[in-house]
């Protein structure tokens, strides 16, 4: 099943790993990885249908203490140094440096995803929320994404993307700004590799949105497609997301390979829909995002995390950021959160 926008998509027809499905017919959910791989489902049913109460008992989460992280506090801000080197030998302007939680999940049983997205939607609600829950084929998503990757209506789409963190709007600096900015260029050239020349236009450049327990700087980037362009042409430009990777694309993402040490998977990937018969899609940056991995004797909970790079950045403020991005999700994952706002004693 899939989950979205208060849709509910059942009854699972075909799965493939084709982009060019998307362009075809009927309704399909979407897990794009962030290093290449493709997960597209079409399901016969789709139904309107409100995310559910969580229910006592469907979901047992690991605790706040239970997780593990792919790069400490150390290595973190070593990497946040190493990236500062980069930009003064003019390598790059900005990397995304990501980290990846992982945790046990204490009761197998009790590990629906669909269940999990319920108690987010009550402690993290968001604009890109949902679920993809294909087990068969090693896809169990929970999202609470607040950041549009790429949206679509006909031939018009759309990117939305998020530069800048804080608690308030008074926390962002300078440096969030100037981020911001550079990942518009960066998303305005991948689009116009697609658009029609001189379509792509910034209806919105560093608008402030309240997310719960933080602010965002999000821009607003838009096209028209260039005739003959469909699915394939568009995740080739566009993917993977320039909001999560850095400027240029390719220089941070070599980058981010030989500072990171574990894959991020779905995280930072593409998770959402494509209605190929309206030509219509939502599909968000796979942040804020918990995947089950079954790949090893237990089952694990994974959760990636990060924060954008550049010279202006500190050490220790990036890393703050990573914690920042992190604590309120993993203590509705824990189901220590309540709707209240308060975390549980």
């Known amino acids: 099943m899939a989950r979205f926008g208060g849709l509910v998509a059942s009854g699972l027809r075909d799965v493939t790993s084709d982009p060019a499905a998307l362009d075809s017919s009927g309704f399909w959910a979407v897990c794009a990885g962030f290093e290449g791989?493709?997960?597209?489902?079409?399901?016969?049913?789709v139904r309107p249908a409100p995310v559910p109460a969580p229910v006592p008992g469907a979901w047992r989460g690991?605790?706040?203490?239970d997780w593990t992280s792919s790069l400490d506090?150390?290595?973190?801000?070593?990497?946040?140094?190493?990236?500062?080197?980069?930009?003064?030998?003019g390598e790059v302007y900005q990397a995304n440096l990501c980290r990846v939680l992982t945790a046990p999940l204490p009761g197998p049983g009790a590990a629906d995803v669909d269940a999990l997205t319920a108690l987010l939607a009550r402690g993290n609600p968001a604009p890109y929320a949902g679920t993809i829950r294909l087990p068969a084929h090693g896809v169990e998503i929970a999202t609470a994404s607040?950041?549009?990757?790429?949206r679509r209506d006909g031939r018009t789409v759309e990117s939305g993307p998020i530069k800048g963190t804080g608690r308030t709007e008074a926390d962002l600096l300078e440096k969030d700004h100037a981020e911001n900015v550079m990942i518009v260029d960066l998303v305005r050239n991948d689009l116009g590799r697609v658009c029609a020349t001189g379509s792509v236009t910034v209806p919105d450049l560093c608008a402030v949105e309240k997310h719960?327990?933080?602010?965002?700087l999000v821009s607003t980037v838009r096209g028209r497609l260039a005739d003959g362009a469909g699915w394939p042409e568009i995740l080739a430009a566009a993917f993977p997301p320039g909001s999560v990777t850095g400027a240029p694309k390719s220089s941070a993402l070599r980058i981010i390979g030989a500072l990171e040490t574990a894959p991020r998977g779905p995280y930072c990937g593409g998770i959402g829909w494509v209605d190929a018969d309206r030509r219509t899609a939502s599909l968000a940056v796979?942040?804020?995002t918990f995947w089950t991995d079954r790949t090893g004797p237990a089952p694990?909970?994974?959760?990636?995390?990060?924060?954008g790079i550049t010279w202006g950045s500190d050490p220790e403020r990036e890393w703050d950021?990573?914690?920042?991005?992190?604590?309120?999700?993993?203590a509705v994952a824990s189901g220590a959160y309540e709707a209240t706002g308060r975390t549980a004693p």
């Not at 791989?37 to 049913?45: E, G, K, N, P």
């Not at 694990?300 to 924060?307: C, E, H, K, N, S």
């Open 62 to 65: 690991p605790a706040v203490g």
């Open 286 to 288: 796979g942040i804020r």
């Open 321 to 330: 950021e990573t914690e920042l991005k992190a604590s309120r999700l993993l």
């Open 212 to 216: 719960p327990g933080l602010v965002h």
């Open 73 to 89: 506090r150390e290595a973190y801000t070593e990497g946040v140094r190493r990236i500062r080197a980069y930009i003064a030998a």
């Open 300 to 307: 694990l909970l994974r959760f990636g995390t990060g924060a």
């Open 146 to 150: 607040p950041e549009l990757f790429l």
């Open 37 to 45: 791989s493709l997960t597209c489902a079409r399901f016969d049913t």
